[in-house]
Structure formats: C-alpha cells, structure tokens
C-alpha cells in the first residue's frame, strides 16, 4: 500500500462549510457554541487507500502541523471512531489537523481544517447616519410601509477571530414607547 486520500463530500453535518481558502480542506462554523459539538467526519470526507480490500483507514487523529508526526494535546480537539470532537466554551479561530491513519505509519494522509467558535465578539455601529435610527411618520388611513436595509449597519470585531467572521444573522426590531 502507498496511499490514503481524503475527499470531502456534499454533507448533512450543520457546522461544515465548503472552504478551500489558504489550503483549507473544508471549515467548521460554531455561531452558536453550547458546551461541545461534534463532527462525523465521515459524513464530511472519504478516507480511501490504494488497496481498500485489505487496508482501510483506521482511524483519524489531531496532530500539530501538516507533517502529522506529533499528537496535538490541545484538549479542544479530540477525536473518537471519526467522531471530531470540539470544546466549544472559549471562542476559537484556528486550523486544526486532522491526520488519516492506516495500520502502516508511512502511509497517511494530513488534511488542514479551519474552526471558528464565536463567542467574544462585540457588534459595531458603523452607519450611525443610517435612516432606519431616526424614522418619523404620521399615521394615516391607508397602511404604507418604508422599507429599509439593515445591511452594512454593523459588523462585529474580536481579538480572537477576524472582523465579521461571526457576522450579525438577527435583529430584532423594537418598538419604543
């Protein structure tokens, strides 16, 4: 056997994103972060070897750099049965890998994946002047709506993660009285 190759694959897990940015193999997205979440990476990839009736990949693993020859100890990161694992209570914005195991040490496959948990990022006003901060009417017999765009209004910023990597998705609009 010489070869293992990874390929992601159209998938059902919620927090995987296609992305091929700086040599990512896919991104997993936590907007939300609970207490952990994890990633069937099955789901997300195929682990297949030059002679899979004989020899499949066993198992996949963290490690710390593309090399795959050290085990990450980061306690985020853990993997169980192609189960990833993520402790999600601290934001994070890092790459990760993940390094495909078969039962000959030389033969594997290191893939790079992004992991965003959102959790310290802080929304700012950048359109103070935006119309839909002062709006005035009168009231009228026939209902008329004005319709406003919220886009560009904020954008959220982080010391963990870059500007709108966990943008604004809601807002709620209220009433004052």
């Not at 390929?7 to 040599?23: C, H, P, R």
Request: include cysteine; charged fraction near 20%.
């Amino acid at each position: 056997m010489t070869d293992i190759t990874t390929t992601y694959q159209s998938n059902s897990e919620d927090f995987v994103l296609d992305y091929t940015a700086d040599s990512h193999f896919f991104k997993i997205f936590i907007g939300t972060p609970s207490t952990s979440e994890t990633i069937d990476l099955k789901a997300v990839a195929t682990y297949a070897t030059d002679r899979p009736d004989d020899c499949d990949c066993l198992a996949v693993v963290v490690v710390t750099d593309d090399t795959g020859a050290t085990l990450s100890t980061d306690a985020t990161f853990s993997v169980s049965d192609f189960v990833l694992t993520i402790a999600t209570d601290a934001p994070v914005h890092e790459s990760i890998f993940l390094k495909a195991t078969t039962y000959v040490d030389t033969v594997f496959q290191v893939d790079k994946v992004l992991v965003t948990v959102c959790g310290d990022q802080t929304i700012v006003n950048i359109d103070e002047t935006n119309p839909v901060f002062d709006i005035n009417g009168n009231a009228t017999d026939v209902p008329e709506w004005t319709v406003f765009s919220l886009k560009d209004i904020w954008k959220t910023t982080s010391p963990t993660f870059p500007d709108n990597e966990c943008p604004v998705t809601n807002v709620e609009i209220c009433e004052d009285d």
